[in-house]
């Protein structure tokens, strides 16, 4: 998939996530790609913020955090972590938190570790928790084990092997940078 922007009296393209499947299936009716990166995000925003179709607002969070992967280390990468922070605060439906936290991890947004541990421990929503505690071990984040463990309590069985298999993913990792003398894993997937 190829971004193509207007930026310095000049059209500008970008290749983002060549091979990923997902750019395929992303609807994009309202040609949100072909916008600068700031109106888009401003769309973007305004469909998640006020959307009542989920549907709208998943697509949405898709093309805010594609945003951020061609604005490392920038003000609109802030902004979208900031965005992705409000949906597990504020939306209502568990399959769009469900992106939101899969963005977090796959921007690596490090910063918003803490929002993925409080959805992880207290959303109602379970599909959510599943996804916060799943990137929570893609982003390799080993200070979050501890708090991992309480969520063993959680009556959901899909929830408590999700956090199984993470705290186990977790660990082995944990094992091979010791063993290898400085094994660091990639920063992310």
């Known amino acids: 998939m190829y971004v193509s922007w207007y930026y310095n009296n000049a059209y500008v393209s970008y290749t983002i996530f060549p091979d990923l499947e997902m750019n395929n299936i992303i609807l994009d009716e309202g040609k949100l790609r072909d916008l600068p990166f700031r109106h888009r995000l401003d769309k973007c925003t305004l469909i998640i913020k006020n959307e009542t179709d989920e549907s709208l ?10 945003i951020a992967e061609l604005n490392p280390n920038t003000p609109l990468f802030d902004e979208v972590a900031e965005l992705m922070t409000w949906i597990l605060k504020n939306d209502d439906n568990g399959v769009v938190k469900h992106e939101a936290c899969y963005q977090i991890a796959a921007r690596n947004m490090r910063n918003k570790i803490p929002d993925l541990i409080e959805t992880a421990l207290n959303d109602t929503s379970v599909i959510a928790k599943h996804e916060a505690i799943e990137s929570l071990g893609l982003m390799r984040a080993f200070d979050s084990k501890d708090l991992l463990l309480k969520v063993m ?10 956090v199984a298999f993470v705290l186990k993913r977790l660990d082995r990792l944990a094992k091979l940078e010791t063993k290898n003398n400085g094994y660091k894993p990639s920063s992310i997937i």
């Open 153 to 162: 309590n959680d009556p959901d069985s899909s929830v408590k092997e999700t």
């Open 57 to 66: 607002r998943w697509d949405a969070v898709w093309l805010a955090g594609e």
